[in-house]
Nanobody, 115 residues
Framework: QVQLVESGGGLVQAGGSLRLSCAAS????????MGWYRQAPGKQRELVAV???????NYADSVKVRFTISRDNAKNTVYLQMNSLKPEDTAVYYC?????????WGQGTQVTVSS
């Protein structure tokens, strides 16, 4: 069994910052890619950022420059530093990890940005 637990969400004013964390635990041999997705009310889940096991990153155009994804392989943890937050960043943020050929998801953490 593998579990992903997110933390760090909350309410912040526009222009503020938040840092999300996601720790993986359980029967883990090697985590391949890890990433963050988000889903706003009435919208489909979308990719925010992804990082490979080697540290290569990819971002959605809407968050480039403002968000930074990183990971600590020793702790099986992925982070998302979010700066210059906008009201349109409001969503439930989900952590995801690919272990072998299986994808695992966290339970989600709410991020609300007030104008």
């Amino acid at each position: 069994q593998v579990q992903l637990v997110e933390s760090g969400g909350g309410l912040v004013q526009a222009g503020g910052s938040l840092r999300l964390s996601c720790a993986a635990s359980g029967s883990i041999f090697r985590i391949n890619a890890m990433g963050w997705y988000r889903q706003a009310p009435g919208k489909q889940r979308e990719l925010v950022a992804v990082i490979s096991s080697g540290g290569s990153t990819n971002y959605a155009d809407s968050v480039k420059v403002r968000f930074t994804i990183s990971r600590d392989n020793a702790k099986n943890t992925v982070y998302l530093q979010m700066n210059s937050l906008k009201p349109e960043d409001t969503a439930v943020y989900y952590c995801a990890a690919r272990i072998g050929i299986q994808d695992y998801w966290g339970q989600g953490t709410q991020v609300t940005v007030s104008s």
